[in-house]
């Protein structure tokens, strides 16, 4: 059984727009999560108390919403609260990926839901940005763009092509007619490397290096930049990187920046790799983190640095569940 929420509100109290504004909603939740209305076990409503002209349960009745049980409360009076609002929770007897609903006034009540929006989530090499970006993503049904493989498929292309990393004007030269795409298949991203799936390729520990190398180019941070900025503008998604709530999307609304002991991180990273069939040793991975923090904080260009308005999150001793439970409160918490 799935639980669908929504709410609307109503200009004034009248039965006739009460009438309508409920069935616009409930009609407005059946299409947007396929539901039939046999499908409906219970309806339950709430609604403000300067909603007094018709009972929202009585509606439903009436505009079709007849074969499942009703229910209908009034809310407690709480200062500051949205003024003549329904609110409502479908009981449904299907496994459906939930769309929760929230039209005219009462989409102020849930912004992360009913507007578009980014997330930018900032921090170090084997911090965990990939893995909570993911989870984030997931969680809210919106995208998530991994930056950072973007900047691996260019430091890919450089190696396969045998050109130095350190030579600035042979990247720009071979990158110039290079084309890097992302595409997602079943919620995951799949990186293009001029049509050529190379998701896989760039997670090797020797790309890793080449990628923050590559990424010091202005040339090369102008035109990722560019194509991440246009896949946020049209849409919400989740950004993770080193620069993304500083220099790639400012004006996020949501920015968190994620950070743990180095030790940690490369820990997780040799648990990582071995996961996907790399060996290193331990102390070589932890001497590529600190090498890497090092050069991504000194970099000239857009260097790893936290936003002054992004919230740390030190996930030393957290777990991933616990971070990403930490993030979702504080984007609900503003919201």
Not at 43 to 66: H, Q, V, W
Not at 74 to 87: D, K, M
Not at 103 to 111: D, G, V, Y
Not at 219 to 228: C, D, I, L, S
């Amino acid at each position: 059984m799935k639980a669908v929420r929504g709410a609307t509100t109503v200009d004034i109290d009248s039965a006739k727009q009460i009438k309508e504004r409920v069935k616009e909603l409930l009609e407005s939740i059946c299409t947007q999560n396929s539901i039939d209305k046999e499908e409906i076990i219970c309806i339950m409503f709430s609604n403000t108390l300067d909603i007094r002209s018709y009972y929202p349960a009585k509606a439903a009745r009436e505009c079709g919403f007849s074969g499942n049980a009703l229910y209908s409360s009034l809310e407690p009076e709480i200062e500051g609260s949205l003024a003549r609002c329904i609110r409502v929770m479908l009981f449904v007897d299907k496994d459906i990926e939930i769309k929760h609903v929230y039209l005219h006034s009462a989409e102020n009540l849930r912004k992360d839901l009913t507007k578009k929006y980014n997330i930018a989530l900032d921090g170090p090499a084997g911090s965990g940005k990939s893995t909570v970006s993911k989870l984030i993503a997931k969680k809210l049904n919106i995208l998530c763009l991994d930056t950072g493989a973007m900047y691996r498929a260019c430091g890919l292309k450089c190696h396969l092509s045998g050109v130095s990393v350190n030579d600035e004007k042979a990247v720009e030269a071979i990158l110039k007619d290079t084309q890097i795409t992302v595409g997602y298949e079943n919620g995951v991203q799949i990186t293009y490397l001029d049509g050529k799936d190379v998701s896989s390729d760039i997670r090797k520990p020797e790309i890793s290096m080449l990628a923050s190398a590559v990424a010091a180019w202005p040339y090369v941070r102008t035109k990722m930049v560019e194509a991440q900025r246009e896949i946020a503008k049209n849409t919400s998604c989740v950004l993770d990187g080193r620069d993304i709530g500083s220099n790639v999307l400012p004006n996020a609304e949501y920015k968190f920046f994620l950070t743990a002991k180095p030790e940690i991180r490369a820990k997780r990273r040799a648990e990582e790799n071995a996961a996907k069939g790399f060996s290193q040793p331990f102390d070589e991975i932890l001497a590529d983190i600190i090498r890497r923090d090092e050069q991504d904080i000194n970099r000239e260009v857009a260097p790893l640095v936290k936003a002054k308005d992004a919230v740390e999150v030190d996930s030393s001793y957290m777990s991933i569940d616990e971070v990403v439970n930490f993030i979702l409160n504080k984007i609900q918490e503003k919201v």
